[in-house]
């Protein structure tokens, strides 16, 4: 076995061990007792994730690695110390921002495959356009609104209302009948 193919086999076991560390955090997170343990494993676990990936041979430039680290380093560590009451517009907001990575990421590989894009690939990269972008804005209104930047009021456009009457017609009548 050449040395090549052994830290493979390095690589992927380290993959194997973030990815059972991720899923006991998850598990352990759902009780109080054991949330400790649950957030420890899921830090070690990125940590190994991350070990991996850069462990890879393919890693010529290590500039952007380092200018992403700086960079995420300094958005996210004034995002964690927030108030307990204000966890839930932070998580908006991480999810905003992982859906806005997701549609980049989309975006970015269609202009890399562009023009011989095959149709499956073109199919997919447009779902994640599309779904990345609209839990992106999606996010970013639950974030507003949690903030109470946004009207608590649902955000409705002029005329709206007529061109489904007979879904506010029956919505109000199933809740009329409970």
Known sequence: MNELAGSQYLIEAIYLV??????????????????RHGIWAGEIGMVLA????????????????????????????????????????????SHAFGALCVTLVGTAEFYLQTPHVPRFTMSVLSMEVILGGLTFTGSLMAAGKLQEILPQRPITYKGDHRRFPDFRCASRDSHRRR
């Open 18 to 35: 973030a990815s059972a560390l991720f899923i006991l955090s998850l598990k352990w997170m759902s009780s109080p007792a054991t949330a």
């Open 50 to 93: 991350i070990a991996g990936t850069l462990l890879h041979h393919g890693i010529v430039d290590w500039k952007w690695i380092i200018i992403a680290l700086v960079l995420g380093s300094g958005i996210g560590i004034p995002l964690g110390m927030v108030q307990m009451t204000a966890v839930p517009q932070r998580t908006a907001l």
